[in-house]
């Protein structure tokens, strides 16, 4: 029986062996490694909000909301719509998205995305102001980006 040539072998081989889909570009203020974690928590992640490229959508979004200069106070406005694509225009849903996307990443990840994350926080909180009756209201979050002021006039 003939020997099969080594050319001929390496044709029978898949090109690629990474499984899924290419990662995306790296996220912007983080490093390689940790773009490549955060990717792949959103790869395996089986929740609703959470897809592929939404931390990095949810990061611009933050940065966004915080982004007109000056010291005027920044109320957030509440999303009429609960599907993926609408849900970040509001900016509390962005940060919904960063916090679960926090707890799912590994320690490295985790520090690096959570230092970009406490810059914004620290701003946000510094633009917006607190909600007076948070505590009277019917729903209680333990979030505390939802005991801010929004602006709930646009929608009702």
Do not use: N
């Amino acid at each position: 029986m003939p020997r099969r040539r080594p050319r001929a072998l390496r044709a029978e081989r898949p090109a690629s062996r990474v499984s899924g889909p290419t990662p995306p570009l790296r996220i912007h203020g983080l490093s390689d490694r940790a773009s490549l974690a955060v990717h792949r928590v959103e790869r395996l992640s089986e929740s609703f909000y959470l897809h592929a490229g939404a931390t990095d959508r949810a990061l611009r979004r933050y940065r966004e909301f915080l982004h007109p200069p000056g010291r005027r106070p920044l109320y957030p406005q509440e999303s009429h719509c609960p599907c993926p694509g609408c849900s970040f225009d509001d900016v509390r849903h962005a940060r919904d998205v960063l916090e679960e996307v926090l707890e799912r990443l590994p320690e490295r990840a985790r520090a690096e995305l959570g230092r970009l994350v406490k810059a914004l926080d620290t701003v946000f909180l510094r633009r917006t102001l607190p909600d007076p009756f948070a505590d009277r209201r019917q729903w209680r979050t333990e979030f505390w980006w939802y005991r801010r002021l929004a602006d709930r006039s646009e929608w009702g």
